[in-house]
């Protein structure tokens, strides 16, 4: 398999922290785990002790080779090797239900339950998935890779277990990050509470990404109450062990016997080293490689990826330029700084910067509270994760038409994280929020004008959304909440949104080839609509609106009913809106899920002539 074969770039691993057990007189033969590709729980649960320091190196080289091939998920499964390792050994998966919170942590779990030998299509188009997925393995139980919810899974998995009278465990691995969501409080009252039968599992590193925001998490920190999370996990009723050594396998599975013994929940609080064992991930004082594209295996330094750049830069820097003139400018995040361009602004400006954790709801509700109080907060954030703070967003922001700006991250299909992390709903979602402006950029010098526009907007919220797509660099830039028009024509008319502009731009190139003049709108205000631009629409034929989301109650559909409301004489252009069916995506290129979608210039025009020829519009 190529993903094996290191070659001359051999990764940086450190040594003292391959080797387990310490016993440098007799070292054990590698060969009796017959190598990363041969292994099953099974197989696993009968090695020797001895082996198994052999295999936990092997395991980090493979991750590191692997890893650094297809890009993916590396400071957290570097540091759960052991703890993969003691918990197939010391349970019976699948009859015992181990639950990985998030599940971005799995691949050690992948490889000793068979799968090592796919990871060369790790978060492929039809390849591994970057997460636990129950159509790979009996041994993954669910598919939704937002955090904070295998502790509610294992409630309910537990309750189901003690209904039906069966007697097998139900695990939940959960990150000290993960522990930070709501979610996860709610179902650890209820564990306590009912005494629910749950050994939970807190993977303690310290950090999320960035060092986790929270009293509970003592990997690595003196400064903490050693005896908090003691004291917290008993007030709700739930056991407390540890901390234990996540590395030492030997305390690692002489803890997890004793807590199997505990006749209700406990909680196994284990300490264990994000990035261990690979220098350029425990070096790596951001994120400790906590995710990462190919990169060479030698330096941990990521390919080149060419002279683009993306909308997240474009954001990053317009913030910190605007923060030097609005002092009132907060920036949010939920445990993501620098995957959302906060980077820099949290280094100007630590004071009037807030990670809450991995939070969302709380986060939105608490940049209520901020602009409650007077300033103005811009919650950077993810589309699928906004998913979660819906509630805080339309009530708690919209229904005080107060003046928080969300700027939402990877927005439309992100592809290779799978469907639960594609931003598919925002559009369908903010446009129905009464008093809310939602703008689109389509090109990197968009970013700056826009947040410009955002912050001089007082009386209500703003939302600006953006793809995980590189950004296009364009001359030339709209302003305020108007549409821009990019091509003018008479046959049919494009409005297109944010990126999706540029497949728009491609279609009426191909359609000029062909004869056929194509008018094209970069719509840039999905809510509110430019009646400028509607007013134009009106004088084609046909019309298409393009946008990367779902298309039920998309901005199609509110262009299409702001149109049919007009009162024009003559008869209506046919208008056909083109976005995403209500569908989970399976993980792939995000442009080759939009293309197998027809959203495409290509596609496009063809569409377009479609539409064009009976109609004699040309
Ligand atoms: C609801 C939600 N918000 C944000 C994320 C993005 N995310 C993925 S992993 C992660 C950090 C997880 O930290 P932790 O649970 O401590 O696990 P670790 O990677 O440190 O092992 C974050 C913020 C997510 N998956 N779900």
């Keep these: 398999m190529a993903a094996l074969d290191i070659g001359t770039s051999a990764p940086r691993l450190r040594s003292d922290a391959l080797a387990w057990p310490a016993d440098e007189t007799n070292p054990p033969e590698c060969g009796e785990t017959a190598s990363v590709l041969g292994l099953s729980p099974g197989r696993v649960r009968a090695l020797s002790v001895q082996a198994l320091g052999p295999l936990a190196a092997e395991i980090r080289s493979f991750l590191v080779s692997a890893v650094s ?23 019976e998966s699948p009859r015992d239900r181990i639950l990985w919170d998030t599940g971005h942590q799995t691949y050690v779990h992948k490889i000793l339950t068979g799968r090592a030998r796919e990871f060369h299509t790790l978060r492929r188009a039809k390849g591994l998935s970057g997460y636990t997925n129950r159509g790979e393995s009996p041994h993954d139980l669910v598919e939704n890779s937002h955090a904070s919810t295998a502790l509610s899974y294992a409630y309910g998995l537990a309750r189901a277990r003690d209904l039906a009278q069966a007697t097998h465990h139900v695990v939940a691995v959960i990150g000290d990050g993960a522990l930070t ?3 996860s409080y709610e179902a650890l009252s209820n564990i306590g509470a009912h005494s629910t039968r749950v050994i939970i599992v807190l993977n303690d590193n310290g950090r999320s990404y960035a060092p986790t925001v929270s009293s509970l998490t003592t990997a690595a920190r003196p400064d903490m109450d050693a005896d908090a999370p003691a004291d917290f996990f008993g007030a709700l009723g739930i056991a407390y062990e540890g901390p234990v050594d996540g590395h030492d396998l030997a305390e690692l599975e002489a803890a997890l016997a004793r807590v199997v013994e505990n006749p209700g929940p406990v909680v196994l609080h284990v300490h264990t080293e994000k990035g261990r064992g690979y220098l350029p991930a425990e070096d790596d004082d951001e994120k400790r490689l906590h995710d990462i594209g ?31 003139n609005h002092p009132e400018l907060m920036a949010i995040t939920a445990a993501m700084p620098g995957s959302c361009g906060l980077i820099e602004f949290s280094r100007r400006y630590p004071e009037r910067f807030i990670d809450v954790g991995i939070a969302e709801q709380h986060a939105v509700a608490a940049a209520a509270g901020l602009a409650m109080g007077g300033f103005r907060p811009v919650v950077a954030i993810y589309s699928t994760f906004l998913n979660r703070a819906w509630d805080q967003l339309y009530y708690d922001v919209g229904l005080h038409g107060l003046p928080v700006i969300f700027c939402i991250d990877r927005a439309g299909i992100t592809g290779d994280d799978g469907p639960s992390h594609n931003g598919v709903m925002d559009l369908a979602l ?14 990197y010098e968009e970013i700056p004008v826009m947040l410009a526009q955002a912050i001089s907007m007082t009386s209500g919220p703003v939302a600006l959304r953006w793809p995980k797509t590189e950004a296009r660099h364009s001359s030339a830039t709209g302003e305020g909440l108007s549409a821009r028009q ?9 409005l297109g949104l944010g990126k999706m502009v540029g497949a728009c731009e491609s279609a009426a190139e191909e359609l000029a080839r062909r004869g056929v003049e194509a008018t094209v709108w970069d719509i840039r205000a999905a809510s509110p609509l430019d009646p400028v631009m509607l007013c134009d629409a009106l004088r084609h034929q046909v019309v298409i609106t393009v946008e990367d989301g779902v298309v039920a109650g998309g901005v199609g559909s509110s262009i299409e009913r702001a149109l049919r409301a007009t009162v024009v004489p003559g008869p209506l252009p046919v208008i056909v809106s083109c976005g995403l069916p209500l569908a989970y995506f399976p993980q792939g290129r995000a442009d080759e899920i939009l293309a197998s979608l027809g959203l495409d210039g290509p596609q496009l025009a063809q569409k377009a002539l479609a539409l064009c020829a009976p109609r004699g519009a040309f």
């Design 69 to 91: 091939e297809t890009g993916g998920h590396l400071g957290s499964n570097l540091g759960v090797v052991e703890l993969t390792l003691a918990l197939h050994r010391s349970f």
């Design 486 to 494: 990019v091509h003018v024509g008479r046959h049919v008319c494009f």
């Design 181 to 183: 969501g709501g979610l």
């Design 294 to 324: 190919p990169f060479d295996p030698a330096t941990g330094v990521a390919r080149a990826r060419g002279a683009t750049a993306s909308f997240t830069e474009a954001f990053g820097a317009a913030l910190v330029r605007e923060a030097a």
């Design 430 to 443: 903010l446009t129905k929020v009464p008093g809310m402006t939602v703008l689109a950029p389509s090109s």
